[in-house]
Every structure is written in structure tokens, then in C-alpha cells.
């Protein structure tokens, strides 16, 4: 069953700010911290926030991850070519006992 | 740097049992610092969470899959494994393995590696 649900797609043209969004529920996003993860076409998916908004070492500034109550979302500003991926948030259920995905957002570079 | 590496049968036939291997190298797969997971990808669809294993040994599966997998660790081959019986062609998937430090999320992945499901 879908868990996390973000939008099929996102689009922009260059230098836009592109914003995506993850919607859950109490026993995931709302107790517990958000992931994001890129996959660029034909790659392994790479983290890109964790514990909600803290991006890892080489992570360009223009990603930002936020959270509130039982939604998160993931902003990319200044938006570049190689951008173009496809996006997903990720949190633990409590109450599936397990990690969950979101549907994933493909964002296409204008 | 960790780095991570799944090894195994790229076809399995209906009914069988899947079985992949992830390498670990560049650190230890006994390390407390680590959790240890399994994540699919069917062709042309999103990610899935199979399972995590713990260095307690407490082993996590998703729910829907629960009955047919099994995540183990090997210490002395530094590796740690997935089964998944009773395989079908819905099982057929880019297989990753992945790893990060408790209470965050994956932050070291395989490649992946391309399991198919057929006779």
C-alpha cells in the first residue's frame, strides 16, 4: 500500500526554484525523521537529506529538506540541468515496523 | 570509505529461491556503527524496502514480503545476504544493498544488480 505519497512529476526552467512534496502520516513522518534520495537516470538512488533538512558532505547547498507534522518536502533551488532525476522521500513506520518509500517525483529540467 | 558491492544469480526460476550477496569493504560489517539493508526496484517503478539487519542481529522485513525473506550477516566473509523464496516474475527487479548508522537514513549504496524472474 502507498504510505508516502508525493507528486508523479515536478518541472522548471534553469535558476528556478522547484519544490517537491512527501505527504504521510502520524506513524511515519509525523514521529519519526524524513530521508530524501536523488536517482539520476540509470544510477543508484544517493542521499541527499537526512534527519529531515541535514544535507551530506558534498551535497550542494541549493537541496533543502523541511518537515512539518505529517508532511515534508524537498526544495531545489537555483535549478541546474543535471538536476534532472527522479526524487524520493523515505521515513520509518511504527506502525509497519518498516522503512517506507515515497512514489517518487521525477523533476524535469525545462 | 564503505563501499558496497551485491554479487549472485542475474535469473532465478519461478518458485525458487533468490539468494545475492553484498561485499563490504573499507569497514567492518560487525561495527555497531552500521545498519545493513536490502532495497528493490522494479523495472520502470519506484523504490522498495525489503528488510534491515541490525549488528544486535534484530533483523526488520517489510511486511508484504515478511514470509519469504531472510537477511543474514557473515563476519568472517565481511558480507551479509538476502533470500527471498517462492519467487515470481513480480520479483524480478534491480536488486541494491545499502547501508547507514542507526536512527539515519541509507547513506551507502551498491550499484545494484538486476535480478530476473523466469523459466
Known amino acids: 500500500q502507498t504510505v508516502l505519497t508525493q507528486p508523479p512529476s515536478a518541472s522548471g526552467t534553469p535558476g528556478q526554484r522547484v519544490t517537491i512534496s512527501c505527504s504521510g502520516s502520524?506513524?511515519?513522518?509525523?514521529?519519526?525523521?524524513v530521508n530524501w534520495y536523488q536517482q539520476l537516470p540509470g544510477t543508484a538512488p544517493k542521499p541527499l537529506i537526512d534527519?529531515?533538512?541535514q544535507r551530506p558532505s558534498g551535497v550542494p547547498d541549493r537541496f533543502s529538506g523541511s518537515k512539518s507534522g505529517t508532511s515534508a518536502s524537498l526544495a531545489i533551488s537555483g535549478l541546474q540541468s543535471e538536476d534532472e532525476a527522479d526524487y524520493y522521500c523515505?521515513?520509518?513506520?511504527?506502525?509497519?515496523?518498516?522503512?517506507?518509500f515515497g512514489t517518487g517525483t521525477k523533476v524535469t529540467v525545462l | 570509505q564503505l563501499q558496497l558491492q551485491e554479487s549472485g544469480p542475474g535469473l532465478v526460476k519461478p518458485s525458487g529461491t533468490l539468494s545475492l550477496t553484498c561485499t563490504v569493504s573499507g569497514g567492518s560489517i560487525s561495527s555497531s556503527s552500521y545498519y545493513w539493508g536490502w532495497i528493490r526496484q522494479p523495472p520502470g517503478k519506484g523504490l522498495e524496502w525489503i528488510g534491515t539487519?541490525?549488528?544486535?542481529?534484530?533483523?526488520y522485513y517489510n511486511p508484504s514480503l515478511n514470509s519469504r525473506v531472510t537477511i543474514s550477516v557473515d563476519t568472517s566473509k565481511n558480507h551479509f545476504s538476502l533470500k527471498l523464496s517462492s519467487v515470481t516474475a513480480a520479483d524480478t527487479a534491480m536488486y541494491y544493498c545499502a547501508s547507514g548508522s542507526p536512527g539515519d537514513g541509507m547513506d551507502v549504496w551498491g550499484q545494484g544488480t538486476t535480478v530476473t524472474v523466469s523459466s
Open positions: 534527519s529531515n533538512n
Open positions: 502520524s506513524s511515519n513522518i509525523g514521529r519519526n525523521t
Open positions: 539487519v541490525y549488528n544486535s542481529g534484530r533483523t
Open positions: 523515505a521515513a520509518w513506520d511504527d506502525s509497519l515496523n518498516g522503512y517506507v
